[in-house]
């Protein structure tokens, strides 16, 4: 499905809660890349060095950055707060459907997401046999929605995440650091690199191949602006959206709530 991702600014006032939760969402995904970027701008986040080869004329940069002011517990509650306003949206909007179908919503009535089609379709034929929802509304769900992992992989993955989250903390993985702006002269003052950008992700230490050519008398090089760094943070193994970017990943599902929220506005 293709949604057009303004329209959300446009949706009556029957889902004007499920938009503000969807808000809210977006707010916190923001907050995460506030406090990964203060993270990174902090005076003694990293530091830079400088290991010398002079046997093989060879330099490498050193980048050390401080592991233990890395803010994983706070981005993993932010991480959650994001999933429960989502996944609260749904909910919100489930009780609205039922509502609009002159049905009656219980206390546990929630968005139906399952695993495959056939398992979605049991709760959705209940529901059309208490009269909660329409036959129209089942087909729609089973057929355009498909809330389910091969039909619908962002809404299942936040369905399964928010779960995930009810029990432990989804502790989120530091995988790469781009440090922009470095500088590097040698000592007599020649530069030597200015402007580059390195990317850090297993190893720390980066051999520079051009500094034989730049540096021919094989001089001391010296750090003169170790520059500023940016982070990605990555979601464990193990758990949807594995290996991915976490604030990417994020946004997916809050574009496919977003959309899923204006499809049924549109159908109503």
Request: aromatic letters at 10%; hydrophobic letters at 45%; one cysteine or more.
């Amino acid at each position: 499905m293709i949604y057009d991702t303004s329209y959300s600014e446009k949706l009556t006032a029957r889902f004007e809660q499920s938009t503000a939760k969807i808000n809210r969402a977006k707010f916190h995904i923001t907050n995460i890349e506030t406090v990964l970027r203060d993270w990174t701008r902090a005076d003694d986040f990293h530091i830079v060095t400088i290991q010398h080869d002079y046997r093989k004329q060879l330099a490498y940069l050193r980048f050390t950055f401080n592991e233990l002011t890395f803010p994983a517990t706070e981005l993993a509650l932010v991480i959650g707060d994001t999933f429960h306003n989502l996944k609260s949206s749904l909910d919100i909007l489930w009780h609205v459907v039922m509502r609009e179908c002159h049905g009656e919503p219980s206390d546990y009535t929630k968005f139906p997401v399952e695993n495959d089609r056939d398992k979605l379709a049991v709760p959705l034929a209940a529901a059309v046999k208490k009269k909660q929802i329409t036959q129209t509304v089942m087909e729609f769900m089973l057929d355009t929605v498909k809330p389910y992992k091969t039909g619908n992989y962002a809404i299942w993955a936040l369905h399964k995440l928010n779960i995930q989250d009810k029990h432990q903390l989804l502790i989120p993985i530091l995988s790469i650091l781009k440090f922009d702006d470095v500088y590097l002269e040698n000592e007599m003052g020649t530069r030597l690199l200015e402007n580059q950008f390195f990317l850090m992700d297993q190893s720390s230490s980066i051999r520079i191949d051009r500094l034989s050519v730049l540096n021919p008398l094989n001089q001391k090089i010296i750090v003169k602006d170790k520059g500023h760094a940016t982070a990605t943070v990555i979601f464990d193994l193990g758990i949807p959206f594995q290996g991915e970017a976490v604030v990417k990943s994020l946004k997916i599902m809050t574009e496919a709530v977003s959309g899923l929220v204006q499809a049924f506005d549109l159908l109503l």
